[in-house]
Every structure is written in C-alpha cells, then in structure tokens.
C-alpha cells in the first residue's frame, strides 16, 4: 500500500535528509519542494538527460513552466519513464514548442466571454470563476497553458470581489464552477470566505469546485479543508484523473473524504495520445473511479491549444473507446464524450451511432453486440401543444417560480411555441441577397 513507500521515502530524503512522513503528508512541504527545473527533477527521480535533450528542454520551460510535486513525481516508473503516463503529463516535452497553424492560443474563446476580470459567462444559467492563477502541478496537456502559472498569482479579496458582484447582478446565474488554475491552491480561510460569499447570493443554487488536487497533491484534501466545504452544501467537487495508475492509496483516501463529506464527486479525463488512448485503459480507470465513488463525468478530446499537438488523438480514437465502453460496463461508469467547441461553442457530445434507421412507427437500433433490434412506436400518443403556458406545465409547476424557459438552436425548432423554420448562419450569402 503507497502512503509512504520506499521511492516517496529516498525522495523525501533527497530533499532533506531530516524530512518524515508527515512532511511528506503536509500539502504545504509538498508545494515548498515542488521541482520547479530539470536538475531538480533529475535530482530527485534519478533519470537523466543529455546535454543536448536538456537545452531543448529548457526552451519549453521558458514558454510553458514546470510544477511537479514530489509526490506525483513517486509515481513516474524511471526504468520505463519515456512511455510512462505520469512522466508525460507531467515533465515538458520538446514537442510542445511545435504551434501548428490549426493551434489556438485560447481554443474555447474564453477570453472572449469574459464579462468581468476572472469571469467567464458562456452558457445562460451559469459561469466559471478563474480564482487562481496557479496549480499544485502544471499538466502538460492543460487547456489553458497560456494562462496557468504565467504569473503565479492568487486573486486578492478585492479582485475575486468584481466576480462575485458580477454573478450578485447577474439572476440567472445558478451554478457556479470554480476554476483556475485549482482553487485549493487558495488557503483554507479564503476559500471559507469565498464560498460564503457564493452561497449567501439567494440565486446561486449549486457551487462547484474543478480541482485536480486528489491526483496530484491529495494530502490538500484535509479534514479541515472538508469541514470547511461542509458548511456549503450543495458543493459539487469535479477531479481529473486521467490514468488508473493514479488512484494510489493516498488518492483513494483524499477522495474517500471528499465522498464521506457527503459531496458528488465527479471525474474529468482528458483523451491523451499514448497516455490513455485505449479501452483497457479507460475501462480500467472508469472502474477504478466508481470503486472510490468517484463518476466519469466527461472525456474530452484534447482541445486545439498551442503545444498539445502530440497530445492529440483523432475523435475517432474517442468513438472506438465510447463503443468499448457502452454497454460493456454499467452505465453510471460511462463519461460523456464531449468536443469543447473551439470558438467557445461548448461542449458538444459524440458518440457511437446506436440508430439505424426510423419509420413513422418504428425505430430500429442496434446494440453493443451488434444486435439488431426495432424499437415500436406508440399507436395513440396524444402530442399536446406546448405554448410555455399548457396545463400541463401550470399543474406540474408552479408557474410564478418557474423561470421563463428561451429557446435556443435546435430546441427552438421544435418547439411548439417558436415559428422559427431554420437557423441561419450569420453572413449567409444566400440570405444575405434576400435582404438586398
Ligand atoms: S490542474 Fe487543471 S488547470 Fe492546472 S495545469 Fe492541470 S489541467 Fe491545467
């Protein structure tokens, strides 16, 4: 069982010849000691490169800056370290120097969407609050490499403050997701503060924390911390574990608490070239996270940022892991797989084709065997005209609360209610002659 073995023990050491398992258990020594440059890194595991690799290397450290605490650098296997999955999510690749044409500096146009200083307001009923600059380590395949320990920097009281006056004037805000960089990188009484805060704002219903903290720092997963967290329910706490040999011992008891504290624990996993891009893997992971009551919540597929071109799978890769996935294991184990819109789209799923063909009364389908089967329609559905004001909706809900429901894309089509016939892509030429 990890929770000190003997690779954590001699790094400890290295690091200090004094240094003990409680040390290496307090979340503060471990972002003291994290390996911030190669000669440290080669230090403390021991692998080494030639002169050659390490100035090429060091030019990546110039643009896109290393952070690894010392426990997730224990799990890096030195023997095999060039194939490892920890080493390359975690220690610089020279390949992140190559910016592709296609490569974004900020793919999801976030930048773009940001109302107010930390905000971003892309999706009507809620908004992601970037309340840290910086993060225990800087994963090499981050979304936001352009932004994330650029400055190492965490927000003052009166900079979160324009954020949280943004979401008080904004009412339809009722979900919050905290971001960054991680938000536990922020001290205990600030993170007290701030969701105090949140959850004093009367329409923010739920308050959710992105963090990876559990896979690369999980001794921040205090029992101060969650007690702290408790006072706030309902908190959602969203991790990323992208690969099963990351659910060690001391990951398993940092989720366990987060569980125990009685919050929803979910997972994001980023789909990574030679990382995690295959089945056994992924079905391994998913079943490793729902042993520790942690849900597969998304896969994504890696976004279009600069530097992460080796990183990228086709989304091909992606349907053939969904197909592996579907109907093969049960399905709470089944994240969704999503493209992240370049463009600040949002998220869009995809997924195996399971439909194959539609009559007025039949659907046939086919399953994961590849069982071909027909679904039958029903003969005497009653469709019921829905103006936002049927009866229906006045007996179901209570109207006076019930938030006045927009259409929106493909929705308004079908709505009952909405004339619309089609959506035009804006600068259409056709449509445009019309108008002239
Ligand atoms: S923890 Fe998240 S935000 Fe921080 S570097 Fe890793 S992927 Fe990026």
Redesign the pocket.
Known sequence: MEIFNGTQQAIANKINKTSTISNWRDWKWQLKNSISNIDQFEKLTGITFSADEKSQLKKTLEKFPLSITPYYASLISTENYQNDPVFKQSFANVHELHVLDTDLADPLSEDKDSPEEGITHRYPDRVLFHVSNV?????R????KRK??DIDFIPSKEQLQKGIEYIKNTPQVRDVLL????PLMLPDSKIDWLLSELTAIPHVEVVRIGT?MPV?LPYRITDELVQILKKYQPLWINT?FNHPREMTASAKEAVRKLADGGFPVGNQTVLLANVNDCPRIMKKLVHKLVQNRVRPYYLYQCDLSEGLSHFRTPVGKGIEIMESLIGHTSGFSIPTYVIDAPGGGGKIPVMPNYIISWSTHKVVLRNYEGVITTYKEPDHYENKFCDRDCENCNLELNMEESDEMQSLGIEKLLADSNDSISLIPENNERHNRRDD
Do not use: F
């Not at 993060?135 to 994963?139: R, S």
């Not at 395949?141 to 936001?144: E, I, K, S, V, Y």
């Not at 971001?179 to 991680?182: E, F, H, L, M, W």
């Open positions: 993060c225990a380590m800087y994963c395949h981050c979304t936001r994330v320990g971001s960054g960089g991680d990876r690369v990323h």
